[in-house]
């Protein structure tokens, strides 16, 4: 079987790829349990000294890597270059932080002596998506890594070299041989991998779909898994927000990655009393993006990673457009061989339109009109997805009280786009998954939380 990676600007072949055979993949994950008998007794110290290199590493690396991200999926450089140093800030954050996460902490019972103990599982597996390929994958791996854990990963199909670069990456920070290593397979091998005695957890970051099939098989083998799955965040839009700054922040997040993240804004319920102007508003700056070659200067929005991605999008748009919306900003296909899908904004969406149920995974927004606060509430929890979400308001305390209380999501984010920080847990709720990444919780996904009594 091969694989390759197609450039999405004019759908050429990058490179091709051999797959990994089901012989090779075997041996592949002896090999990192193997190194993981060793690297399960490692010092902390030692750990931190690796994921130092590695954050190092990344830097040196950083517009090397963008470029490749920009061929393979898309990504404009500019963007390519920050997502390799948030990879770099989440190696920092476990090397400073992991050794305090994994403390053993004290219980105070009869015994003379009790407390909890966190000991690392072994050999995770790791099922990462394209749109964000480096991101998505150092943020399991910088706190897998510390806590004693090694990984294998299977990437999606279309970024092969920004997998084989990341093997890359960690041998040159120093890390022992096979504690990390990448499988060329295909989505039909995961089941057997799962299979495979030496695996003993494993993390997904894609479609609801694709996370139902692997929890379900990770369950009946009793394997953990963490889900991050799909999105449909909702951003709402209060009427004493200040409606310039409201739709700058829903702009960029609308357009972040091309619009190709779980946790970009894609609904926007706003208060009926405001929803002419921050339509206007949000016209304007949509307006003002540029749409061109990932590889260019100043480019905003480059293609979609794949054609067929592209396709399915407008789909989307051609089906809400009939359900009733009304397509105020692009809409169209571009002519030639890419994969180029413009900035598009969707008005009068309804409860019962597609572009307020399923997720629109691309550059479109969907504008919803709120009666008033509550409607706006209840708007934003009818959904499927549980993700992020943001509340505009200039009143911070109200806006912190929904935020908390009323809002079901993983996140919500107040006068601010939502966003992973790697001190934060990040993860949803419904079918947006289930676990955390990131932060002390995201460390403590993957360990055995071990009680210690001594009598």
Known sequence: MEIHSINPVNGKIIQRYNAHTDKQVDKKIMQTHTAWLNWRNSPHNERSRLLLNMSKTLLVKKDELAR?????????LAQGVAEVEKCATVCDYYAANAAKHLKDQLIETEASKSFISFQPLGV????????FPLWQVFRFLAPALAAGN?????HASNVPGCALAIEDIVKAAGFPQHVFQTLLVGSNKVDRIIEN???QAVTITGSTAAGSKVAQKAGSLIKKTVLELGGSDAYIILEDSDLEHAAEICVNSRLINSGQSCIAAKRFIVVKSVEK?????FLEKMQAKTMGDPLGNGVDIGPQAR???RDDLHKQVKLAVKQGAKCILGGEITKGNNAYYPATILT???EDNVAFEEELFGPVAAIITAKNENDAIRLANKSIFGLGAAIFTSDKKHGELLAATRIEAGSCFVNALVKSDPRLPFGGIKQSGYGRELGIFGIHEFVNIKTVYVA
């Open 277 to 281: 102007e921050f339509t206007r508003l």
């Open 68 to 76: 490749l991200m920009a061929l393979e999926m898309g990504k404009p």
């Open 197 to 199: 005695k030496f695996i």
């Open 150 to 154: 090694c990984g294998v990963l299977k």
């Open 307 to 309: 054609i067929d991605l």
């Open 124 to 131: 995770m597996f790791a099922i990462m998506p394209w749109n």
């Open 348 to 350: 009068k969406v309804k």
